[in-house]
């Protein structure tokens, strides 16, 4: 038993010390406007801003977040970033799982660039949650068939109104860090999508109902788990404030005055209003 032990040891041994990723070099910081742009390893998927002159860091953001798998080995889930460079107002930022991330220096919104350029044309509704690239396939005749036109800066909706006339609807898009497509009528946000995949002429897409209460979708405790997770991704306490931040009273829900404690999930949602479409995403099978 000794010697088959030894044996086991010595096959496995070298097989997991190959599976570890080495971190790529240092990603060469850009300047830019008087500001340094940096990405380094010790802080994966973030993007710092220094001044130049100063040496003082103005701004940071966490553009992409790793998610690990606890039945495997952490070091080989690393992603790093390995390169950025500056593009009129966004920053270009590619990881070593080849995703290409857009971040804008002066709101910090990230979007997936591969994802944008993938949904571009016109998509055709198959069946269920299915689009096929128009001209792709054949299709039965239809009384209406949903159809997405993808353009660059701006997207067309062909729309089926009550007494059945067809008519488009021009609309304006863009696809968020996490990799949901939003569509504005002027400002005003009329479908959310998920892009559950995209393989060449085929889309797979499920609409996120936003009319839908949140309470009716999931219980408490697993919303919560969702909201405390962008919490931690963005190194801020339980209440969204920095983590060294002290309240009277112990914490921000309860009212002195009133003697009223409110909600925690219900204070977050309120206070980032962007949290509610988040969760809503995270929902979707």
Known sequence: MKIYAFVLLSVFIPVLTLAKIVPPKPVVPIVHNGIE??????HMGCIY??????KRVVWWKQVYVVKYNIHL????????ITSIKIDGIHLIVTNSRNKTYKLNINTFEVSITGLHENLLGAWLHWQGNTYFREGTKEFPPSRFRMKYTFNKNSCELLTLAANDAHGTKSVTWRVDSWGLVRIFHGKKLVEYLKVKSVTGNELSIQKIDISTPLKDLAKKDEMLNIVDSWLEEQKLNAYGDSQDTMYMGGNPLFDQTTGIRRDRLEYLLERFSHLKMMVRAKLVK
């Open 73 to 80: 080995e952490r070091d080989v889930q690393y992603v790093f």
């Open 37 to 42: 742009y940096s990405a380094p390893h010790n």
């Open 49 to 54: 801003a220094k001044d130049v002159e100063t």
